[in-house]
């Protein structure tokens, strides 16, 4: 399964962004999709994450009621919609794919990240 993600960039406090993450290959393997994030000098941690059949959508505390997950299945991409940034929210953001059910899900494949600047 190979990901790609685009839609990075430099927005400034209060703006907006849409990334997306295209997934190509073996994508029957996977069931869950999201994104993480990781700061210079901090721990890459999750912030949304998708179950691709269903629909059911998990975030992270600190992006909860800013950002939006949602998926278009027919192009195999996952978006990620983030409204109100914050100069907190600057990070590389990848996009990730595996299998799993209930509260999470284990991570097989990772696309090689899109860059998110708030300043």
């Known amino acids: 399964v190979q990901l790609v993600e685009s839609g990075g960039g430099l927005v400034q406090p209060g703006g907006s962004l849409r990334l997306s993450c295209a997934a190509s290959?073996?994508?029957?393997?996977?069931?869950?999709m999201g994104w993480f994030r990781q700061a210079p000098g901090k721990e890459r941690e999750g912030v949304a994450h998708?179950?691709?059949?269903?629909?059911?959508?998990a975030y992270a505390d600190s992006v909860k009621g800013r950002f939006t997950i949602s998926q278009d299945n027919a192009k195999n991409t996952v978006y990620l919609q983030m409204n109100s940034l914050k100069p907190e929210d600057t990070a590389m953001y990848y996009c990730a794919a595996g299998r799993g059910s209930g509260g999470g899900y284990a991570i097989d494949y990772w696309g090689r990240g899109t860059q998110v600047t708030v300043s």
């Open positions: 998708i179950y691709t059949a269903g629909g059911a959508t």
């Open positions: 290959g073996a994508t029957y393997k996977t069931n869950a």
